[in-house]
């Protein structure tokens, strides 16, 4: 049986390198790309069938909803769309920059959870991927003081993890796996100083995690689970 996965922010980084990995493992693969300019980065990726939609508008819903018609069920959904932040201290935060980007990382991936977990098939999995920067742990125990990160994107993955453990809480009694992924440090365009992975690096371990990923737990790819 065909096996399918829908993945978010597909146009560049990680998303990419997602699409590119399960479709030379022979997957289905659905790429949800905000807009023209990041569906060109898909025109060398053979066979996958590309949502052209922006998952900050309600209107994602529809275009995934017109997609799956005809597919079923998906088995991998990965909720990787994602922006940074700029301001790193309080005086530069905005409250427009902390909506803007709860809105991609936590509330576009409500919306897109919202339209595909009622296909997700007996067994699927939805990774919401995150940042160890969405840790109120490790940031409460001063983890990350010497790490320069934005308060927006700090306060959205954190808001993008109760997301995750509330589904987590709602589908416990379900057969689907529902968890949370800190994809390592990545050298992509919004990559700190310091990334020592690449993003098909990521991509493949992903891809050989999927049978293991258990439900509720936040994972850190290339080191041990991280504290919600």
Known sequence: ????????????????????????????????????????????????????????????????????????????????????????HLAETSAGEVLSLIDVHCIGALRVCQAVVPYVADGGVVINISSRFGSISNVSKGAFDNVTCSYAYRIAKAAQNMLTQCMCREFIDKDIRICAVHPGRLKTESGLPGADRTAEEAAARIFAMLDTFEHGTFYSLFEETIEW
Do not use: Y
């Open 1 to 88: 049986m065909d096996k399918t996965a829908l993945i978010t922010g597909a146009g560049r980084g990680l998303g990419l390198a997602l699409t590119r990995e399960f479709i030379s493992k022979q997957w289905n693969v659905l790429p949800v790309v905000r807009d023209d300019r990041s569906l060109h980065a898909l025109q060398h990726v053979p066979d996958c069938l590309p949502i052209v939609s922006d998952i900050t508008g309600d209107d994602v819903q529809s275009a995934i909803h017109k997609s799956l018609h005809g597919i079923g069920s998906v088995n991998v959904l990965i909720n990787n769309a994602g922006i940074p932040g700029s301001g790193v």
